[in-house]
């Protein structure tokens, strides 16, 4: 696990999510579950949840 500066511990995966969104904000999620070896929808669901605003930059929500 690694240690979120947001409080929240975040295991392996959901660190590989957030690094790879924010290292490449115009990546859509199905690159970050590519880049990751998950599914979309789990990738969507860790940005949720620990990035609550990362579609309203005119985002990637339909995809």
């Known amino acids: 696990m690694s240690f979120d ?3 929240t511990d975040l295991t392996e995966l959901e ?4 690094d790879t969104h924010e ?3 115009d990546i859509t999620p199905k690159g970050i579950a590519d880049s990751c ?4 929808s789990y990738v969507r669901q860790t940005l949720n949840e620990h990035r609550p605003n ?9 995809f």
């Open 23 to 25: 290292r490449n904000p």
């Open 15 to 18: 660190q590989c999510i957030i």
């Open 5 to 7: 500066p947001f409080g």
């Open 37 to 40: 070896d998950c599914s979309e």
């Open 54 to 62: 990362w579609d309203n930059d005119g985002g990637f929500g339909v």
